[in-house]
């Protein structure tokens, strides 16, 4: 398989075409990122990081019956994936209260939330997603009914077993993102599943919340990355 042109160039990753029409070519990259109006620092070895983060952690939903578009993974911070028709919804799963979610509701960061909250947002050319719900999807033709119904099942379960990927790590998954796609007709879980998409906060011996142990803003960036890399790949 041979990589051929640059289909995209995103703030984080960079997506080729492959000599096989089915197949592409992720490639991460030491960038920065917006998430949730949070800026995260560009750090030194992050696209290793996130190619090894997404590429595991997609192939383990694939071990939970998740279908996903990894294939595998490839040298230099790359991995292999399905080619895609994303739908142009961007999907935030909330476990606690933290970010715009603050903002827009007034709640005291940290609380965690009673039930997980799944936010649609409508993906365009701009920085500034806009938040819709699923009416706002069919009515668009973003995505049918019974695809929503597959989308927010999918989400559920995909949550519940990350939550307790990071709980075994002492960490909690505050809320990520998630895209899907189609392939041949299929829902699959595509984009990235990354330190670029999670929120995820220190759960200490007493079991409260850190958030700032793993912050990659400011001067907390290397620190913080270097944290969360031990944490995450020094347990099995």
Same mark, same amino acid.
């Given at each position: 398989?041979?990589?051929?042109?640059?289909? =995209?160039?995103?703030?984080?990753?960079?997506?080729?075409?492959?000599?096989?029409?089915?197949?592409?070519?992720?490639?991460?990259?030491?960038? %920065?990122?917006?998430?949730?109006? %949070?800026?995260?620092?560009?750090?030194?070895?992050?696209?290793?990081?996130?190619?090894?983060?997404?590429?595991?952690?997609?192939?383990?939903?694939?071990? $939970?019956?998740?279908?996903? &578009?990894?294939?595998?993974? /490839?040298?230099?911070?790359?991995?292999?994936?399905?080619?895609?028709?994303?739908?142009?919804?961007?999907?935030?799963?909330?476990?606690?209260?933290?970010?715009? @979610?603050?903002?827009?509701?007034?709640?005291? =960061?940290?609380?965690?939330?009673? #039930?997980?909250?799944?936010? &649609?947002?409508?993906?365009?050319?701009?920085?500034? &997603?806009? @938040?819709?719900?699923?009416?706002?999807?069919?009515?668009?033709?973003?995505?049918?009914?019974?695809?929503?119904?597959?989308?927010?099942? @999918?989400?559920?379960? #995909?949550?519940?077993?990350?939550?307790?990927?990071?709980?075994?790590?002492?960490?909690?998954?505050?809320?990520?993102?998630? %895209?899907?796609?189609?392939?041949?007709?299929?829902?699959?879980?595509?984009?990235?599943?990354?330190?670029?998409?999670?929120?995820?906060?220190?759960?200490?011996? /007493?079991? &409260? $919340?850190?958030?700032?142990?793993?912050?990659?803003?400011?001067?907390?960036?290397?620190?913080? $990355? /270097?944290? #969360?890399?031990?944490?995450?790949?020094?347990?099995?």
């Amino acid at each position: 398989m041979k990589k051929k042109s640059l289909l =995209e160039d995103g703030p984080t990753k960079k997506i080729f075409e492959t000599d096989d029409p089915d197949l592409q070519i992720v490639e991460f990259k030491d960038a %920065e990122a917006i998430y949730d109006d %949070e800026h995260i620092n560009a750090v030194k070895g992050k696209a290793d990081v996130n190619s090894q983060l997404s590429s595991q952690l997609l192939e383990y939903l694939q071990g $939970f019956h998740v279908p996903t &578009y990894f294939v595998r993974t /490839e040298p230099k911070h790359s991995m292999v994936v399905r080619t895609l028709d994303i739908i142009p919804i961007q999907l935030m799963m909330r476990n606690c209260a933290a970010g715009t @979610l603050c903002k827009r509701f007034g709640l005291n =960061e940290g609380k965690v939330l009673d #039930i997980p909250i799944l936010e &649609y947002y409508l993906k365009n050319n701009t920085d500034e &997603y806009q @938040l819709i719900n699923s009416s706002h999807a069919v009515s668009f033709s973003l995505a049918t009914a019974d695809e929503l119904r597959t989308i927010d099942r @999918l989400a559920s379960k #995909i949550n519940a077993v990350l939550k307790s990927f990071f709980e075994r790590r002492d960490i909690k998954l505050v809320d990520f993102k998630l %895209e899907f796609g189609r392939h041949k007709g299929k829902l699959m879980v595509g984009g990235e599943i990354s330190l670029d998409t999670f929120r995820l906060w220190d759960i200490s011996d /007493e079991g &409260y $919340f850190d958030k700032k142990k793993f912050s990659l803003a400011g001067d907390r960036a290397e620190p913080g $990355f /270097e944290e #969360i890399k031990n944490r995450l790949f020094s347990t099995d």
